[in-house]
């Protein structure tokens, strides 16, 4: 004997997992009128459908930054998706931004960590494979980063393509503006470190390696490469490393001398740069 499905009963499941009003039905229907179990049927669905997209290109998507209200913390959350319609939907950027105030109240050590912790009954990994099934495309949670400093500056740049956090080693408020001025600077810079002391050593090893190759190829004398190659270095220190970068709201100064008109101290401690892509 078939289980009557009420329109209250496909509205309530529809609520909770988002997905359509047929899939709900066929769902309930499924699991004779039970609930929970249609429930899982319908996380089973996003599941296959989920392997079956696993090569897909995730490209698209919605980058959120958070920080807490003492501006002591703050996280980054990138989920991404295959087409920007899908980005652009109001409940997809909600989702991100759930999962990002999730991860600032718990600040979970990787993004391992942030998948597995709860959300409204079930993990952030698995609300991310039922999405799946709900919006039909390859759905990641594909980015996460925390930053805690004595004050935290965040930027979400070109209608959440890119966040930033800054990282300031001082806490006044005064210097809030600031920080955001510098994450601004971030998102349209690129800096690879704070400063020379914070690049890879293989980076390094990398530009000096093709400053000497131009300086042969130029047909510069082999007595002149090695300096040719630690000048074009401390190029790139000047135009790849935060605060030696010229400021972009006043090429007269370079980041640190722009904070050292805040206050003579005033420096970055870190940051956190995430993109689309």
């Known amino acids: 004997m078939s289980v009557k499905i009420s329109a209250a009963d496909v509205k309530k499941l529809r609520d909770a997992t988002g997905a359509g009003m047929m899939d709900c039905k066929k769902a309930l229907t499924e699991a004779e009128g039970d609930y929970d179990k249609a429930i899982e049927i319908l996380r089973k669905k996003g599941q296959k459908l989920s392997d079956k997209r696993a090569d897909r290109e995730a490209n698209e998507g919605v980058v959120i930054a958070v920080v807490s209200d003492d501006h002591k913390k703050g996280v980054i959350v990138k989920l991404s998706c295959e087409t920007d319609f899908v980005a652009k939907n109001d409940d997809f950027v909600k989702l991100t931004q ?15 960590g942030l998948l597995g912790l709860g959300f409204e009954g079930i993990t952030i990994g698995e609300k991310v494979i039922e999405q799946v099934g709900v919006i039909g495309e390859k759905i990641e949670l594909a980015a996460y980063e925390k930053l ?3 004050q935290v500056a965040p930027y979400i740049h070109m209608g959440n393509k890119a966040a930033v956090l800054v990282g300031l080693n001082k806490g006044d408020e005064s210097f809030y503006d600031a920080g955001r001025d510098v994450a601004m600077q971030v998102a349209a810079m690129h800096p690879v470190a704070v400063d020379k002391d914070g690049v890879d050593q293989s980076i390094i090893e990398k530009e000096i390696e093709i400053g000497k190759e131009v300086a042969r190829n130029e047909g510069k004398p082999e007595n002149l490469v090695e300096r040719i190659a630690m000048g074009k270095l401390n190029k790139f220190f000047k135009e790849k490393t935060l605060l030696n970068q010229q ?8 980041v640190s001398g722009f904070l050292q008109t805040k206050d003579k101290e005033l420096t970055v401690t870190d940051f956190k740069h995430v993109t689309l892509g």
Do not use: T
Not at 98 to 112: H, K, T, Y
Not at 247 to 254: G, I, P, Q, T, W
């Open 148 to 150: 805690e400093a004595e």
């Open 247 to 254: 400021f972009v709201k006043d090429s007269s100064l370079n």
């Open 98 to 112: 759930q999962f990002a105030d999730i991860a600032l109240s718990n600040l979970p050590a990787d993004r391992d």
